[in-house]
C-alpha cells in the first residue's frame, strides 16, 4: 500500500512538473516596464507608435475607457516610446478611414520602403463605415555585424539537454573579431555584460545575469554596472564570445484593451494586435514587427439571452377576452392540472 501510494505521489508530481513545463511561452509585453510571469519575454515599439496616433491622431487626449480602469492603458497614455526614437529610415505609420484603399496605400508604402508584405492586413475588417478608422506601424531592421563571426559548435543551453547553434569568437578565430566587442563590464562568469558594433547605426547590447526583472530596471542595471565597473572594457586576446542564434515569430492580441467605450467618443478598440519576427546569427540581425489597432464606432452590446423556460407546471392563470372588449370573459387558475382534467367531459 505504502508502495502505491508512493508511486502515485511521483506520477502527481511528475505530471505536476510536465505541465508547468507546457505552460511555459514567450510573453509579447506592451511596454519596456510591463512585468510578466513568463521567463520568456520580448518587447518592440511598435505597438506604442499605433497608440501614440490614437492618442494624438484620433482620440485627441489620453485613451480611458468609460467602464474599465486600464493599467496597461494608463502606462501607454505616458508615450515612453516614440517614433523620434528611430530613424526614419527603420519605420512607417500611418492612419486613416478604414477602406480599401487604405490597406493597398500600406501594401504599397511598405512594398516600396522595405520590400516586405505585412502578415496581419488580411485579418481585419476593410469594409468602410461611419467612424471606423485603422491605425498601422511596421518596424524594420536588417544589419550586419562589421564582420561575421564565427560559427561555433552547437552545445547545450542552461539546463536543456537540447544542442542549439551558437556563434561567436574562440581561441582560433580571427583577432579582428575581438575589435567589434565593447565590454561593459565583467563583474563574475554570470554577470557581465558586452555590446556588439554593427556596420550602420545600430548596437547589440548582450547582458548576462539572473536577475528577473521588468526590462526597463534591467537596462538600467546594466548601466549603473557599467559606471561603476573599473576593469578593461576591450576584449582581450584571450576571451571568449558565445552566443546563441536566435529565430523567433509570435504574435499577439491585447485584448484587454478591445470592447470597452472610450472617454469623450462613440468608439471602441475592436481589435489590437502587433507580430515580433526576429532573427540573429552570425552575420547580423534582422527585425520585423508590425502593429495595428481597429477602432469603431460602438453601439449598444445587447445583454446576453439565456435561454427562456415557459414551462407552465405550477400553479397558473388562464384567461380569455374579446379583442375589442376591455375585460376578459373567462378565467381560469390551475392549481392541480389531474383533478381539473378530472371534471371533463367524457
Not at 563590464?185 to 555590446?195: G, M, P, T
Not at 495595428?292 to 423556460?309: D, G
Request: glycine share 4%.
Amino acid at each position: 500500500m505504502k508502495k502505491l501510494l508512493v508511486l502515485l505521489c511521483i506520477l502527481l508530481l511528475a505530471g505536476g512538473a510536465a505541465m508547468a513545463k507546457t505552460e511555459k511561452s514567450l510573453d509579447v509585453l506592451p511596454l519596456l516596464a510591463s512585468p510578466s510571469n513568463q521567463a520568456n519575454r520580448v518587447w518592440v515599439g511598435t505597438f506604442q507608435l499605433v497608440w501614440n496616433d490614437l492618442m494624438d491622431g484620433i482620440v485627441k487626449g489620453p485613451v480611458k475607457f468609460e467602464d474599465y480602469k486600464s493599467p496597461l492603458a494608463k502606462q501607454l497614455n505616458k508615450q515612453k516610446f516614440k517614433a523620434d526614437q528611430l530613424s526614419e529610415d527603420s519605420y512607417y505609420k500611418t492612419y486613416g478611414e478604414t477602406s480599401p484603399e487604405l490597406k493597398a496605400q500600406i501594401e504599397t508604402a511598405i512594398k516600396e520602403k522595405f520590400n516586405e508584405t505585412s502578415d496581419i492586413l488580411n485579418s481585419f475588417d476593410w469594409t468602410p463605415e461611419p467612424g471606423k478608422y485603422f491605425i498601422y506601424a511596421m518596424l524594420k531592421k536588417d544589419f550586419k555585424f562589421l564582420t561575421a563571426f564565427d560559427k561555433l559548435k552547437p552545445a547545450r543551453f542552461a539546463h536543456s539537454f537540447k544542442k542549439v547553434d551558437y556563434f561567436g569568437i574562440d581561441e582560433n578565430s580571427d583577432k579582428v573579431l575581438d575589435n567589434m566587442i565593447n565590454v561593459l563590464f565583467y563583474n563574475s562568469k554570470d554577470d557581465f555584460a558586452i555590446a556588439i558594433r554593427t556596420d550602420g547605426n545600430d548596437i547589440v547590447y548582450l547582458y548576462r545575469t539572473d536577475d528577473d526583472k521588468t526590462f526597463d530596471k534591467l537596462y538600467s542595471d546594466m548601466f549603473m554596472k557599467k559606471a561603476y565597473y573599473e576593469g578593461p572594457s576591450k576584449f582581450n586576446e584571450n576571451d571568449e564570445l558565445k552566443v546563441p542564434n536566435i529565430n523567433l515569430y509570435r504574435e499577439k492580441s491585447f485584448d484587454e484593451l478591445c470592447n470597452h467605450k472610450i472617454k469623450g467618443t462613440d468608439m471602441i478598440i475592436s481589435k489590437a494586435l502587433e507580430t515580433i519576427d526576429f532573427k540573429m546569427d552570425n552575420q547580423g540581425v534582422k527585425l520585423k514587427s508590425e502593429a495595428a489597432m481597429a477602432v469603431t464606432t460602438c453601439a449598444l452590446i445587447p445583454e446576453k439571452q439565456e435561454p427562456r423556460k415557459f414551462y407552465f407546471n405550477d400553479t397558473f392563470v388562464l384567461f380569455l377576452q374579446e379583442t375589442d372588449k376591455i375585460k376578459p370573459y373567462f378565467a381560469l387558475r390551475v392549481d392541480d392540472v389531474s383533478l381539473i382534467n378530472k371534471t371533463g367531459r367524457k
